[in-house]
């Protein structure tokens, strides 16, 4: 099996996920060297950082032809999937799970929405892509429904910080347990995409849309099997708070709709550490539409064919980076169709 992973912005790139997040090394030293990330989600499956669309990073267009839409970018994803799958078809047969976080999550509608749409001509040299789930993390999907949501989380009860003083200011917006660095001194608040760069610019390693409502693609994919998991880090405060996460999951109009509605969250318990990660919202008992809240970390993702809901407690925005175990835990559950609960 195997996972594509995007990060988001827009025009961030998915670098942060292979060297910060969940890749098989994490950037140290402040840039200088490499180190072992044993949490790393390859150990589950093969895994494409794609970064896109075309200009973003090392994403290259010859011809200087710029992407203006998702909807576009999302074809070319399409036809990036036909041409590797060309290249290298061991992997053709493969279940196929797209993931990402933050502003990712408009990328990984329309890209699986792409996909899905295909599927149902592919012949004539398109070869048919197994899209077994989409995973979202900590995602942007539905600003009318998630930007009204981050009032409702700075002062719902039992919130941390309900009430906010004049020396209530330079916390990290990513992980409100932590403060920024005046602006135009760190990088959004972390060292790390500095780090990346100054690693990646060694001669040594040289050598080798957001108005939109892209939840409303989700149904078709939902209803026609491709099982769909929603997770977010309960420290997130921007838009992609968790409130705003389950508020648009409860939205889907699916077959699943009424029954995800009734039911309760219940406590996810990490397999490894056996201590509560979070908890989780279901459908049923398969899960194939999920949402997880995660407890202590930041920005996180999930997707599925049933209505599934995990809970994390006041997790943050950077949720790889933050609960590595936990983060683990819950992608081979996932890929593996184990329930949480």
């Known amino acids: 099996m195997h996972l594509s992973y995007l990060n988001g912005g827009p025009g961030i790139s998915s670098s942060l996920g292979l060297l910060v997040q969940l890749g098989p090394c994490r950037v140290s030293d402040e840039g200088k060297n490499i180190t072992y990330n044993p949490h790393s989600w390859n150990t589950e499956a093969s895994i494409i950082f794609l970064v896109q669309p075309v200009q973003v990073g ?26 590797f799958y060309h290249r290298f078809p061991e992997y053709a047969t493969l279940l196929l799970r797209v993931a990402g976080m933050s502003y990712a999550g408009i990328y990984v509608s329309n890209i699986a ?92 390693n040289k050598i080798g849309e957001m108005a939109f409502d892209t939840k409303a693609l989700l149904p078709e994919l939902v209803d026609g099997g491709v099982r769909l998991l929603v997770y977010a880090g309960n420290c997130d405060a921007i838009c992609t708070n968790y409130v705003g996460q389950e508020r648009w999951v409860e939205a889907l109009d699916t077959s699943h709709h009424d029954e995800f509605i009734k039911a309760k969250l219940l406590p996810w318990y990490d397999s490894a550490t056996g201590r509560q990660a979070g908890e989780v919202r279901s459908a049923d008992t398969v899960g194939n539409l999920t949402y997880v809240r995660i407890y202590d970390a930041g920005q996180a993702i999930h997707l599925l064919f049933l209505l599934c809901e995990i809970s994390l407690r006041w997790n943050r925005h950077m949720g790889p980076y933050d609960q590595p175990e936990a983060l683990l835990d819950l992608i081979t559950r996932w890929i593996r169709e184990i329930p949480f609960a």
Not at 60 to 80: E, I, L, M, S
Not at 187 to 203: A, L, R
């Open 58 to 83: 090392f994403s290259n267009d010859h011809n200087r032809n710029t992407v203006h839409t998702n909807a576009v970018g999302a074809q070319d994803v399409y036809a990036f999937f036909q041409l």
């Open 113 to 204: 929405s792409a996909i899905y749409q295909k599927n149902k001509d592919a012949g004539a040299g398109l070869k048919y892509i197994n899209l077994a789930s989409v995973v979202l993390a900590n995602a942007t999907e539905n600003p009318r429904i998630q930007y009204p949501s981050i009032f409702d989380y700075a002062c719902e009860e039992g919130a941390p910080y309900t009430v906010f003083d004049p020396e209530a200011i330079g916390y990290n917006p990513y992980d409100i347990r932590k403060t920024c660095p005046p602006r135009g001194i760190k990088s959004f608040c972390y060292d790390e995409p500095i780090w990346i760069g100054k690693w990646m610019n060694t001669p040594a």
